[in-house]
């Protein structure tokens, strides 16, 4: 139990000097340890051998990567309508 709370006491310490410095990246942490903490409840059948590995469950990091640029991409197609012009550099002052 001391263990547990000096692991929670170093993570807050760790997490508020994140938060301090970069918010956005804090805001991450809060977020994504939830989610970590949740499909680690899900996975862990499979990872302690008490349940077989279903054929999805080991490309699924890759499918999820792939998924997510595919958005990205898709996101960014769609907002290129709206970017400003692209500034034009004097040739004269460039070598």
């Known amino acids: ?3 547990l709370l000096a692991g929670l006491v170093i ?3 760790i997490w508020a000097m994140i938060w301090r410095n970069n918010t956005a990246l804090g805001v991450g942490v809060l977020l994504g340890l939830p989610v970590a903490w949740i499909l680690s409840r899900w996975l862990r059948p ?3 051998g008490m349940e077989h590995i ?3 469950l080991p490309p699924m990091p890759f499918a999820i990567v792939a998924v ?3 958005v ?3 996101v960014i197609w769609l907002r290129a309508d709206r ?3 692209p500034k034009q550099r004097d040739d004269a002052h460039h070598h």
């Open 1 to 3: 139990m001391l263990l």
């Open 11 to 13: 993570f807050v310490l």
């Open 46 to 48: 499979y990872l302690t």
């Open 54 to 56: 279903p054929v999805w």
């Open 68 to 70: 997510t640029l595919l």
């Open 72 to 74: 990205m991409g898709v």
């Open 83 to 85: 970017l400003p012009p």
